[in-house]
T-cell receptor
Framework: ETGVTQSPTHLIKTRGQQVTLRCSSQ?????VSWYQQALGQGPQFIFQ???????GRGNFPPRFSGLQFPNYSSELNVNALELDDSALYLC???FGGGVTDTQYFGPGTRLTVL | DQQVKQNSPSLSVQEGRISILNCDYT??????FLWYKKYPAEGPTFLIS?????DKNEDGRFTVFLNKSAKHLSLHIVPSQPGDSAVYFC?????????????FGTGTRLKVLA
């Protein structure tokens, strides 16, 4: 059974650029959630996709967008990068989008915005 | 506004002794709580959860206690082992939320000394 994988591992961008982060969910999972973890903070919920439909969104601006593909992998896109977007981006997959459906996290993508 | 607070950034405990990690929350709508453990360069791993209809949940060496009136939960690890050294996050969510959304605390770094 393959766990949650994310790519790339690290990324350096400059302010104003756009970035795409990718996540492959664990086998059998149909739900992907994205989180941003700034240094010294806990993960903050960005949004969730359940069977290719958005199933909730946290308090992030519209320049954070995403999608989920038919194989349930997912992308997080961030436009017009700002310095404060520097963080660890985590994706988590689960079977089901309910609160009690255990989420399995990937190792994250470390994004640095200069 | 930090709705989930972990006021101790770090904790050191001798191997074999009890580790107690604390978490406070402010939102009375929260009624499902979780603990995650995170090792460096890995994503958070689910540890244990509790819903508000219970005041205690046990899984092996890990026990979570919930005090709803005090809006406080704690994680007890007995006995502590060096492999338990990690950052521990508590998270909370309204159980009935149609939008899957965990609010995480800022984490407590546990160091178990051999």
């Amino acid at each position: 059974e393959t766990g949650v994988t994310q790519s790339p591992t690290h990324l350096i961008k400059t302010r104003g650029q756009q970035v795409t982060l990718r996540c492959s969910s664990q086998s059998g999972h149909n739900t992907v959630s994205w989180y941003q973890q700034a240094l010294g903070q806990g993960p903050q919920f960005i949004f969730q996709y359940y069977r290719e439909e958005k199933n909730g969104r946290g308090n992030f601006p519209p320049r954070f967008s995403g999608l989920q593909f038919p194989n349930y992998s997912s992308e997080l896109n961030v436009n017009a990068l700002e310095l404060d977007d520097s963080a660890l981006y985590l994706c988590a997959s689960s079977f089901g989008g309910g609160v009690t459906d255990t989420q399995y996290f990937g190792p994250g993508t470390r994004l640095t915005v200069l | 506004d930090q709705q989930v607070k972990q006021n101790s950034p770090s904790l050191s405990v001798q191997e074999g002794r009890i580790s107690i990690l604390n978490c406070d929350y402010t939102n009375s709508m929260f009624d499902y709580f979780l603990w995650y453990k995170k090792y460096p360069a890995e994503g958070p791993t689910f540890l244990i959860s509790i819903s508000s209809i219970k005041d205690k949940n046990e899984d092996g060496r890990f026990t979570v206690f919930l005090n709803k009136s005090a809006k406080h939960l704690s994680l007890h690890i007995v006995p502590s082992q060096p492999g338990d050294s990690a950052v521990y996050f508590c998270a909370a969510s309204p159980f009935t939320s149609g939008t899957y959304k965990y609010i995480f605390g800022t984490g407590t770094r546990l160091k178990v000394l051999a």
